[in-house]
């Protein structure tokens, strides 16, 4: 159990990292090499970015919760 949920936080971290980095910046950055700078332009937020942001606050959701159970599972030795 203990390595299952290790294993997803890792695969969790991991998604979540570049899912941040495909977000549209502010100012340009990272995001515009995936195509952020084209989109920019337009204006609005598109239903690409708005999918964007549910994947990612669902996937971070996911990782704060088997992380809490990591925890516990760890601390009660199990």
Do not use: P, Y
């Amino acid at each position: 159990m203990i390595l299952g949920l290790s294993i997803v936080v890792m695969l969790c971290s991991v998604l979540l990292i570049l899912l941040v980095l495909l977000h549209k910046g502010k100012g340009g950055g990272l995001s515009d090499l995936f195509g952020g700078g084209v989109t920019s332009s337009l204006g609005g937020s598109s239903v690409v970015e708005r999918n964007l942001d549910r994947l990612t606050v669902a996937l971070g959701l996911i990782w704060i919760v088997s992380a809490v159970v990591l925890g516990l599972l760890i601390n009660r030795g199990a």
